[in-house]
Each structure stands twice: as structure tokens, then as C-alpha cells.
């Protein structure tokens, strides 16, 4: 035969569009002629591959090898096509059985001995490659990625050898092993935080409705640490939300960390981050801080230190739920749910309304470093929390023992059962037409909730935000209705918003 055809999968952010890899044999002159937007270290391939042949006991064939990567206007990146480049030729030259190419995909990247070495992000590939019902061969090291696709038929080769001795039905490949997920997650306990009692109320609170949170507080009173603990008070994820999380970490510049697979993540990068780094970018698009915290908790300790137009680039995925990256050459869409905890110091010197009286910022230097967070993005936080000095005997744990994270985390996790049985979604996550729905007030909670909004200046937005915080406290306590006790509770939370809050 002169044409051979394998599958395989490229990879564009968290999608993988199939790439066919078709292969012809000609005369002429010895040459390998390759099309189909390959760049750098795809083109160098060819010499990987023919090096892999050679030393494998394979014959590489006289003449032209013309090798397309279709579809043509898409660009290739990486050593992922090794294998199907080198089984390609194979088949054309008769060297492997290809009777069942049309029913696999194979990835991997080959080394001058022959064997298979990992690729990166492969785990959107093997998802793909299950939903069109085909199996998928991989390198062993990346086994128990392509595992975690459960639709998927995996296995997994050391060699190019191994690979040629399965398809001609002489030798069997090991299927892919799934990872188990930790039994306990590595989460600090909220045992630990002695008072506080309101900031942990709050934190409970953000947990049960996945709600945005922001802590206000001086310095040394527990605002990292309490965010530090949500982690351990959250829902469990469901098996397509770790999924998805999954694929973002596959695709990114680190990998994936089979280590925490199952867990939501907890991303806390510095105040020095730039918005690439914080949303994603790069000349072949990767995944920035809001979609590796996909499904789990994005800290931004020291909010105001921030730079303001690396904050404002959060508005759009806190509302959407998803980042787009637009480049010359490229173009890339990830997932980005996060649930957004802050924490910010009251002033610039930190200790504005502090009983110690340290603080000597006048009230234009108070009202410009609070001034550094915007109103839309203020207006997107659920909860703004004053996180006060503790006194010195309940540092010392003197006191009524702090509830730890397991008896908080039931509670969570009976209110958001609530929750996803009527809504399908967190409370936070609800659409205005379900706000509308399963947030009706009384007349009189009505009167109440336009009186304050006139009063304070609030935003639609910032009503919705409160409806939805009152309808988790409602949950919370097993309440079919919004009572005034619940509406009460949310609109305490909102301290930063109105004329007045600066």
C-alpha cells in the first residue's frame, strides 16, 4: 500500500480536536515532506521517528514520505505524533498490521531507542477519544491520567515494540490503571481558630453556597487562616467536576498532580501576579490561576496590593464562569468557576480602627487604599467580613473549644444537597430566573430589601448577591422560605457596600 491513515488527538487549551495522520510512500528522491502546520518540535519529529525505526529493527523505507496532520489550518505543537507518524510509515511499508487503525488513537512521544515517553496534557485527549468511541494507546507514565476518563479503553505501551506487537496480535497491552483519590484530604482543621466567631459563621456560610467572601481585618487576626480552612468545609466534588478540574491541570505549565486528584483546589498566588498569570495567556495559550482554581477556592491575600487592572480582569469569569484567550495565532476557551476569598487590611499601615491606636492614616489615605478595589468588583463579593483583634485569653485557648472542620463540613454538606437537589447549581451559581424563583420574599421583606438598596446605592447585582446569601442561610436552616432573620444576616455582610464605606 502507498497510504497509510492513524488518528490521534492535538491539543488546544482543554479541547482536543482530533488530527488524522495520513502517510504516502513515493519515489524519488530520499526525503520526508511534512504539511499540516506542524511546528518546531512536531517537524523535528521526523528524525526522532526515523532514529526510533532504525533502532528498533524496523526498516526505514527509500524514496518520498509525504506525512500530513489533518486538519491542515490547525496548528501542532509538541512530540504527541511521534507514535502515529512512526506507525504510519510502518503500515505503509508494510511492517504492522493496520486492520484495526480505524478504531484507535495513539499518543505518545517516541525516543531514539524506540521507547514512549510521556506528552503533556493528556488527559482532554483521552476524553475525547472515549466519546468517539475509540480505544486510545498511550505511554505508560501517563496510564493513570488517561484512567481517570472513565468512558475511555486505555492502555499503555513502553515502546514502539510493544505497540507493533499488540496490533499484530502477538503480545498484550496492559490497560490503564485508575488512581485512587487520597482517603484524607491534607486540609488544616478549623479546630485551630479559637473566637472569630463571625468570620467562621461567614466562612461556613460561603462554603454552603460556594459564595464569594472577603475578610477585613489588622494584621495577625487570622484572615489567611481562616481562608486557609475552607478547603476542609467544602463539598465533596462530583465525579464531572473533578474531571474537569483535572483537564485544566493537565494542560497547564506544571501537569497534572495525581496526588490531589479528587481534591478542589486551593490557589493562592502573590500580590506581584500579572493578569496573564492570573487568567492565562502565553503564545500557545495556557491556563492562568482563575481556571487552575476551577471547582475550588482562588485566595487573593493583600487585595488592594494588587495591580487594579490585573483585579478587573476577574469580573468577567466571576459572572461567567469561564476565561477566553485570544492571540494572533491562537485562540483558547478554559473553564474558570472558582469561588473568589480575599482578605485586605483596613489602611495602608493596617491598623485603622484598631483598638491599639497604632494607625495615624489620615482619612484620605484610608479612603484611597480602599479605594484600590473597584465597585463592580466589590459589587461581585458576597460577603464582606470585619475581622476584628482577638483578646488574649482566647488566643491562649481559653474558652469554649472551637468546633472542628469535620462537624462544619456535615453541615455544608446537608445544605448544599438542598441546594443542588431544587437548583441543580450552588446558590451562588443560580441564574436571575431561579433567583426570581427560589428567592421570593414577603411584601414586607420587600419593602425592606428596596428601602436599604436606595439607602446604600446598591446595584441590582449586589441585591441578587443578597437574595442568594439569605436563600444559603435559609438552607442552612432547613427553611423552604426566606425569613427575616435571613435577609437580616445577608445584608449584615455587605459592610463595604453604600456611600459610607470608605
Known sequence: MSLA???SRAAVGVDAPQVTVEVHAGGGLPRISMVGLPQTAVRESKDRVKAALNNAGFQFPDGLLTISLAPADLPKEGGRFDLPIALGILAVTGQVNDARFEDIEFIGELSLGGGLNPVHGLLPAAIQAGRSGRQLIVPSANGSEAALARDTTCHCADSLLAVVAWLDGRDLLAAAQRPEPPLQPGCKDLEEVYGQQRARRALEIAAAGMHNLLFRGP????KTMLASRLPGI????????????????????AGLDLSHWGQRAF?????????????????QPRPGEVSLAHHGVLFLDELPEFNRNVLEVLREPMESGRIVISRAANHAEFPARFQLISAMNPC????HGDRSGRCRCTADQVKRYRGKISGPLLD?????????RPSRAIINGHGPKPEDSATVRKRVIDAHLRQMQRNGVPNAQMSNTQVRQFCQLTPSLEGFLETLAEKLHLSPRAC???LKVSRTLADMDECDAIGEEHLTEAVAYRGLDGPTSH
Do not use: K
Request: glycine residues 10%; hydrophobic residues 40%.
Open 5 to 7: 491513515r492513524v488518528f
Open 219 to 222: 494584621p495577625g487576626t487570622g
Open 234 to 253: 467544602l463539598p465533596p466534588l462530583e465525579e464531572d467536576e473533578a474531571l474537569d478540574a483535572a483537564a485544566v491541570a493537565s494542560v497547564s505549565q
Open 267 to 283: 490557589r493562592a498566588p502573590h500580590h506581584t501576579a500579572s493578569s496573564a498569570a492570573l487568567v492565562g495567556g502565553g503564545s
Open 348 to 351: 495602608h499601615c493596617g491598623f
Open 380 to 388: 461581585r463579593i458576597d460577603l464582606h467580613v470585619e475581622v476584628n
Open 464 to 466: 441578587q448577591r443578597i
